[in-house]
């Protein structure tokens, strides 16, 4: 079992910035795919990104392209979403997510039912 608490998140202006970590319970975080993904109200849930095992390769979702970057600590088992240029339009709960299962190298995760685990989503509302 595999527990994901979130931090972060929270009100900001647009074109502000933002933080989001995500810490992991357990031994073998450095084995996870981590994700993350987001739903605003009245949306399904959408892919933002996502970052292999080891942290050299990440994806992301067209619409965060250059402002958003997702990065990882292994020895901390944290996971962190980066969020610069903000967009009324980024404003969602977004929820971590680790895939436990076996990955495939070069292979790209980005539907939610590849993943085990989910983090309890934190709001991010950007303002005008």
């Known amino acids: 079992q595999v527990q994901l608490e979130q931090f972060g998140g929270g009100l900001v202006q647009e074109g502000g910035s933002l933080r989001l970590s995500c810490a992991a319970s357990?031994?073998?975080?450095?084995?996870?795919?981590m994700g993350w993904f987001r739903q605003a109200p009245g949306k399904e849930r959408e892919f933002v990104t996502t970052?292999?095992?080891?942290?050299?390769?990440?994806n992301y979702v067209d619409s965060v392209k250059g402002r958003f970057t997702i990065s990882r600590d292994n020895a901390k088992n944290t996971v962190y979403l980066e969020m610069n240029k903000l967009k009324l339009e980024d404003t969602a709960v977004y929820y971590c997510?680790?895939?436990?299962?076996?990955?495939?190298?070069?292979?790209?995760?980005?539907?939610?039912?590849?993943?085990?685990?989910w983090g309890q989503g934190t709001q991010v509302t950007v303002s005008s």
């Open positions: 997510a680790a895939r436990t299962r076996p990955m495939a190298i070069g292979y790209f995760y980005t539907n939610g039912n590849d993943y085990d685990y």
């Open positions: 357990g031994r073998s975080f450095s084995s996870y795919v």
């Open positions: 970052i292999n095992s080891g942290g050299t390769r990440t």
